[in-house]
């Protein structure tokens, strides 16, 4: 979920799928495909329960946060099993990983994936689609579908792409950044006062190569622009060019007042967060807003951990639950998903101490009780509500935004 790509590995990759699809074995390899798909979009949701019932479903998720991992296992797994006779089988891989495990079976000409349903957004989903990986669309089929808050642009766009049913909304986050209140009494509040602040506390703060450290580059380059409308949309070079000049510009005045004088950058949010743990940085980050609150519940982060968002603006965004086009289990895939977007499943991931996952679901179409059940759960401590920060959430860009800056980082500022 949280690696990228580079232009030339989507290119290959684009190469490679329209090779399998046009293939001579592909009528062949097609006919099942098709079959199964049509067979599930014509049962009704008490025959998919029936068909669903008994199989295994294999789902590739990111594994690296404790506490997710236990929500899956202890909680999804559990209820799955009682609720469904569903086994949850659970394999550990994210965006990178599961893009070439799909394009490996096309190329080994498996019509039956080793993978039924994954978590994914952004890039991965916009690489999925291009190699016609992703069953759908899908979530119309979904009885718990109805209770999510479509109408939210934050859910019914993943990084500008229309979600259109081909992955079903399963959470909603937005950017963080986590400080030292022992330390920074006034966290800064917009890049100006970023910028005074990092060059007045040599190597207190930086920023990761990983997913969070180029969505915060990402919120930085919509800042720089005259309006954050400016590029929103699909990926424009122009714009790209003009803006990304600004954000190096900028990197490039922080650069020497960076952690070890950015002659080096954390590769991984979990080392970032032991330096910030252990005194070394004063600043971290997160793509989730409450994740402050799990890292103090866990003892990852001492109490003094505290989480706010600039107010120049930080990225919204959602995550995904999407189906496999060669998935044989495509019935138990659907089951499970509908129950992940269940109230019971949402208001579990929710609470700050399990998860603090935002939920996707529109509360106004929510049950009174389960309504009532949401409004009643325990407060974040450390972290913003989200209202407050509401106001300055920015959408997500174009995956080729995040390509391009990924890229660009390494060139411009890493070198």
């Not at 207190?204 to 990983?210: Q, V």
């Not at 325990?378 to 300055?392: E, F, G, L, M, S």
């Amino acid at each position: 979920m949280k690696h990228t790509f580079t232009i030339r590995q989507i290119l290959c990759l684009l190469i490679l799928g329209c090779l399998y699809a046009c293939g001579g074995s592909s009528t062949k390899q097609s006919q099942p495909q098709t079959r199964n798909k049509t067979e599930v979009s014509k049962l009704n949701w008490q025959q998919i329960e029936a068909q669903a019932k008994g199989q295994t479903v294999n789902l590739m998720m990111w594994m690296g946060d404790p506490l997710i991992n236990a929500y899956m296992k202890k909680f999804v797994q559990a209820k799955l099993k009682e609720k469904y006779d569903i086994r949850l089988n659970i394999i550990s891989g994210q965006g990178k990983e599961i893009v070439s495990t799909l394009i490996a079976e096309k190329e080994a000409g498996k019509t039956n994936s080793e993978i039924d349903m994954m978590w994914i957004n952004g890039e991965t989903f916009f690489q999925l689609k291009q190699i016609k990986a992703l069953y759908g669309p899908f979530t119309t089929q979904l009885p718990n579908a109805r209770l999510i808050n479509f109408n939210s642009r934050f859910i019914n766009t993943d990084f500008q792409q229309p979600v259109n049913g081909m992955e079903c909304p399963w959470g909603n986050v937005q950017l963080a950044l986590i400080y030292n209140s022992h330390q920074v009494k006034n966290p800064p509040k917009n890049l100006k006062e970023l910028e005074q602040f990092v060059k007045a506390h040599p190597g207190k703060f930086t920023l990761g190569t990983e997913f969070t450290g180029i969505t915060l580059l990402k919120s930085m380059l919509i800042a720089l622009a005259n309006e954050p409308k400016d590029l929103y949309g699909k990926f424009d070079q122009a714009k790209y060019d003009q803006y990304s000049a600004k954000l190096w510009q900028y990197l490039k005045r922080l650069k020497p007042y960076l952690w070890k004088k950015g002659k080096t950058f954390p590769s991984t949010l979990a080392a970032m967060h032991q330096m910030f743990a252990n005194g070394e940085l004063w600043f971290t980050m997160s793509n989730n807003d409450c994740e402050v609150d799990n890292k103090i519940a866990q003892g990852t982060f001492p109490a003094w951990a505290r989480a706010y968002v600039l107010e120049s603006g930080t990225i919204q965004n959602s995550h995904y639950l999407g189906i496999t086009q060669t998935s044989p289990n495509k019935a138990a895939a659907m089951v499970a998903i509908n129950y992940m977007i269940s109230p019971e499943a949402q208001y579990e991931k929710f609470k700050p101490a399990i998860w603090g996952d935002g939920t996707v679901l529109a509360m106004d179409k929510l049950p009174q009780n389960w309504q009532d059940k949401f409004a009643q759960l325990p407060t974040r401590k450390y972290a913003p509500k989200r209202a407050d920060i509401q106001q300055y959430a920015l959408m997500e860009l174009a995956p080729e935004y995040m390509i391009r800056l990924q890229e660009d980082f390494r060139k411009e500022i890493i070198k």
